[in-house]
DNA sequence: TGAATTTGACCCAC
DNA sequence: GTGGGTCAAATTCA
C-alpha cells in the first residue's frame, strides 16, 4: 500500500526530497559505472553505498516532524540497505513516498536544455507522450514527451517539441532532466538516400515498421516502447543491421555522402554529442 | 488485450 | 487570474 505526502507537506520539503531522489538516482549510476568498469574496485562501491545511506538518513529526517513515515521507512540500514541490490529499491521507495497520483509537481525549468533543428530526431531514448498543449502566440500544439522508463526505472527525463517554423522547418526540443534509466534502445535499420530537397545533405533514413499516421507530423517522432533491455550495446556500439527502433530521418554533413561497409557504426548519446560542440 | 496516444481537466508558478 | 505543465480516463492501435 502506497502512502502520499499530506497536502500540508511543505513545498520546500518536497523539494529537498526530490534532491535527495535525484541524487540517489546519480549514486547508483555511479555504482553501475562503477561494477562495469574496473568490476573490482570495492572501497569506491563501498563509498557510493554510504552515500545512499546519507540520502536514506536525510530523507528520514525531513520526514520525521510532520510526516509519520516509519511504518513505510524501516529502520535505515535495513530499509536502505547497504548492499548493492537494494540501493535501487531505495530511491524507488523514496520516489514512491512523493509520488502522488493525482497531483503533479511543477518542474523548476532551471536545468532547461533547448535545441532548434530542422529535423525531428531520434536521441536514442524511448519516449512516451503525455500530453499537447496549444501555446499562446504559437502556431503549433507543444508536445510533451517523458521518458519510457520512468513508471519502471523512476527515470526523470522529459523534453517538449514543438514546431516553430514552417518553410523550411524546424522543431524546437526543450529537454529536462537527466536519464536516469538503463535501457539503451537499438537503432534501426538505415536506409541510405539522397535528399530531394536539398542533394547537399544526404539523407539518411532509419526505417522500420512503424506506420506514419497520416495528418500528424508528429508520427514519426513518437517512440513506441523498447524491449530490448538484455542486449543492450555496450560502449554504444551498436550493429546497424540489429537496430530496431522508430523511424526517424537524419541529414548527413556536407561532404559525408557514404558509409562504411562495415556494419557497425558509433553512436554518440546526446549527452556526447552536447559535450562534443556538436550541433545538429 | 495490453500498451500508447489523445484530450479535457486539474493544478501551480508567475 | 492566466498560461502552461501534468494527470488520468477514454480512445486507438497493434
Redesign the pocket.
Known amino acids: 500500500m502506497e502512502r502520499s505526502l499530506p497536502e500540508s507537506f511543505p513545498?520546500k520539503r518536497i523539494r529537498a526530497i526530490e534532491e535527495l531522489i535525484q541524487g540517489c538516482q546519480f549514486a547508483n549510476e555511479l555504482r553501475s559505472l562503477l561494477h562495469s568498469s574496473s568490476g573490482d574496485d570495492g572501497s569506491a562501491i563501498d563509498l557510493v553505498l554510504k552515500i545512499l545511506s546519507s540520502f536514506a538518513n536525510s530523507h528520514t529526517i525531513l520526514n520525521s516532524d510532520d510526516f509519520d513515515v516509519g511504518s513505510q521507512l524501516q529502520p535505515i540500514n535495513t530499509q536502505y540497505g547497504f548492499n548493492s541490490d537494494s540501493s535501487e529499491e531505495s530511491c524507488r521507495s523514496i520516489s514512491k513516498l512523493q509520488d502522488r497520483?493525482?497531483?503533479?509537481?511543477?518542474?523548476?525549468?532551471s536545468q532547461a536544455s533547448t535545441k532548434d533543428t530542422a529535423t525531428l530526431m531520434d536521441d536514442g531514448h524511448a519516449?512516451?507522450?503525455?500530453?499537447?498543449?496549444l501555446?499562446?502566440?504559437?502556431k503549433y500544439p507543444?508536445?510533451?514527451y517523458?521518458c519510457?522508463h520512468k513508471r519502471e526505472q523512476g527515470c526523470q527525463a522529459?523534453k517538449?517539441v514543438q514546431r516553430i517554423q514552417e518553410d523550411p522547418p524546424k522543431y524546437q526540443t526543450t529537454s529536462?532532466g537527466r536519464h536516469t534509466c538503463t535501457t539503451f534502445p537499438k537503432a534501426p535499420e538505415i536506409i541510405f538516400e539522397l535528399s530531394q530537397s536539398d542533394s547537399r545533405f544526404p539523407l539518411i533514413s532509419f526505417d522500420n515498421t512503424?506506420?506514419r499516421?497520416e495528418n500528424?507530423f508528429?508520427?514519426t517522432f513518437?517512440?513506441?516502447?523498447q524491449e530490448h533491455e538484455e542486449d543492450k550495446p555496450t560502449n554504444y556500439e551498436i550493429r546497424i543491421s540489429d537496430y530496431q527502433a522508430p523511424s526517424y530521418d537524419y541529414l548527413m554533413s556536407p561532404g559525408q555522402t557514404t558509409f562504411n561497409s562495415f556494419a557497425y557504426m558509433t553512436v554518440l548519446s546526446e549527452c556526447d554529442i552536447r559535450d562534443e560542440g556538436c550541433d545538429f
Open positions: 513545498s497520483r493525482g497531483r503533479y509537481r511543477r518542474r523548476m525549468n519516449w512516451r507522450k503525455y500530453g499537447q498543449k501555446i499562446i502566440n504559437a507543444r508536445h510533451y517523458r519510457t522529459i517538449y529536462m512503424i506506420a499516421k500528424s508528429f508520427s513518437q517512440s513506441t516502447k
